[in-house]
């Protein structure tokens, strides 16, 4: 209900929300500061200078973390001219670089590489080291803020395909589709029995959706490569 009253909104609304929802919930970096009292260089060294991680395989596996950036394509008939869209698209993207490589090394230097590839739930272990005076579980209360960021990513994942859907087929009611698009969703997932067979299907759709991502802007340009430029036609 919630995505769906979500999407039901503007674009606009859409972002503004979006935006409140991060700075309500970009505190919680803070929590970071807490492991470092246990944090040990040492621990980091094994993966960096006795592991093969510079692969192809693990980019794939890293880089659908960064997807959605393709999204932006449908958001430009709403921005303004002086509007810097490419820009904030870059500055975003660095600043969800920077969260994943602190959270990455923190965890690293708090666990030890060795023993953080056992760990199923890395993040939430070490946000639940985090002892607050007055929370007695913290976790509880800094992943409930990532409640409203699991609604914005899926809602402008729905909306994107709401906005694709009704240019092809024109409905008279276009909130129905986003309600079709979740049950349409959520059956299949619900047909899933463990969190092992949910991790292997997320790879897939994941690398479908970066093929995706990248190759329909190739398609595009190869397209417009072979298209010869057409004449203007002068009035008069």
Same mark, same amino acid.
């Given at each position: +209900?919630?995505?769906? /009253? ?8 859409? @972002? ?5 929802? *991060?700075?309500?919930?970009? %505190? ?7 492991? +470092? ?5 040492? =621990? ?6 006795? &592991? ?14 960064? #997807? ?10 709403? $921005?303004?001219?002086?509007?810097? !869209?490419?820009?904030?698209?870059? /500055?975003?993207? #660095?600043? &969800?670089?920077?969260?994943? +490589? ?5 965890? #690293?230097?708090? *666990?030890? &590489? ?5 760990? $199923?739930?890395?993040?939430?272990? /070490?946000?639940?080291?985090?002892? !607050?005076? *007055?929370?007695? =579980? ?11 960021? @699991?609604?914005?990513?899926?809602? *402008?994942?729905? %909306? ?15 909130? %129905? ?12 997932? =619900? ?12 790879? #897939? ?14 398609? /595009?340009? @190869? ?14």
């Amino acid at each position: +209900m919630l995505v769906v /009253l979500y999407v039901h909104t503007k674009a606009y609304s859409m @972002v503004k929300a979006a935006s409140m929802l *991060f700075f309500l919930s970009i %505190w919680t970096l803070v929590v970071l500061a807490f492991p +470092m009292q246990e944090f040990d260089w040492g =621990r980091t060294e094994p993966l960096f200078f006795h &592991s093969n991680i510079a692969n192809v395989e693990g980019v794939l596996e890293v880089y659908p973390a960064f #997807l959605g950036f393709e999204l932006i394509l449908l958001l430009f008939p709403l $921005m303004y001219k002086k509007f810097r !869209l490419f820009q904030a698209l870059v /500055l975003g993207n #660095l600043f &969800s670089l920077f969260v994943y +490589m602190a959270t990455t090394i923190v965890s #690293l230097g708090f *666990f030890g &590489s060795q023993y953080i590839g056992e760990i $199923m739930f890395p993040v939430l272990d /070490l946000i639940g080291y985090v002892r !607050l005076p *007055f929370v007695e =579980r913290a976790e509880a209360l800094i992943f409930s803020f990532f409640i409203g960021k @699991v609604v914005v990513t899926v809602g *402008f994942y729905y %909306w994107a395909a709401k906005e694709a859907l009704e240019r092809i087929y024109k409905p008279r009611r276009p909130t %129905w589709l986003v309600v079709f698009l979740i049950i349409g969703t959520y059956i299949p997932v =619900r047909m899933l029995d463990t969190f092992h067979q949910i991790q292997e299907h997320l790879a #897939l759709v994941a690398m479908h959706a970066t093929v995706i991502s990248f190759g329909l802007p190739i398609l /595009l340009l @190869v397209i417009l490569s072979f298209k010869k430029p057409g004449r203007s036609v002068q009035k008069g």
